[in-house]
């Protein structure tokens, strides 16, 4: 299978940034959102890439873990 990019016509990156901006509270937060969305990173766990926005959540690797059983014990809290 091969994806092809189809770009949307009527969308508007100044448009999207003033939304990011109000919803973020300012231009700095809007800045590290779109940092946060342009920059990947690589999950240690199963070794796909994921944006630098969603760090805590890697869903494969998440998905994953949930079906391994888990044995935790009180120390696993330290």
């Given at each position: 299978?091969?994806?092809?990019?189809?770009?949307?016509?009527?969308w508007d990156?100044h448009?999207?940034?003033?939304?990011?901006?109000?919803?973020?509270?300012?231009?700095?937060?809007?800045?590290?959102?779109?940092?946060?969305?342009?920059h990947?990173?690589?999950?240690?766990?199963?070794d796909?890439?994921f944006?630098?926005?969603?760090?805590?959540?890697?869903?494969?690797a998440?998905?994953?873990?949930?079906?391994?059983?888990?044995?935790?014990?009180?120390?696993?809290?330290?």
């Amino acid at each position: 299978m091969i994806a092809e990019h189809v770009p949307n016509r009527q969308w508007d990156v100044h448009r999207w940034v003033a939304t990011v901006r109000r919803a973020k509270g300012g231009s700095r937060e809007a800045y590290w959102r779109l940092w946060g969305l342009t920059h990947f990173l690589t999950c240690s766990t199963c070794d796909s890439a994921f944006p630098v926005c969603e760090l805590d959540m890697c869903a494969p690797a998440t998905a994953r873990l949930s079906r391994r059983p888990t044995h935790s014990s009180p120390d696993d809290d330290l």
